[in-house]
């Protein structure tokens, strides 16, 4: 997750206006209120960047060694 959520400490909000289905607001809305949405979206952003940041390691690890040998993966999936 990025730093600003791990260090517990209140960041200023920036304002962005999104569009978004009026079905997606709607459901969002019946389960955290009006005032959880922001708090939603955040949460949504926040494991968007964490994935992204993840796909970028891996991409880096490819380029430098190459995919995970068959060999590798069996043995992963026997220790897992």
């Known amino acids: 997750m990025s730093s600003h959520v791990a260090h517990q400490t209140a960041e200023r909000a920036g304002k962005r206006s999104v569009s978004l289905a009026q079905s997606l607001i709607k459901e969002v809305e019946e389960r955290t209120g009006k005032n959880g949405f922001s708090s939603v979206v955040a949460e949504a952003l926040e ?9 970028e390691v891996v991409a880096a690890d490819r380029r430098a ?7 590798a993966r069996r043995q992963a ?3 897992w």
């Open 47 to 55: 494991e968007w960047l964490a994935a992204q940041k993840l796909r």
């Open 65 to 71: 060694f190459g995919p995970v040998s068959a060999e």
């Open 77 to 79: 999936e026997q220790e």
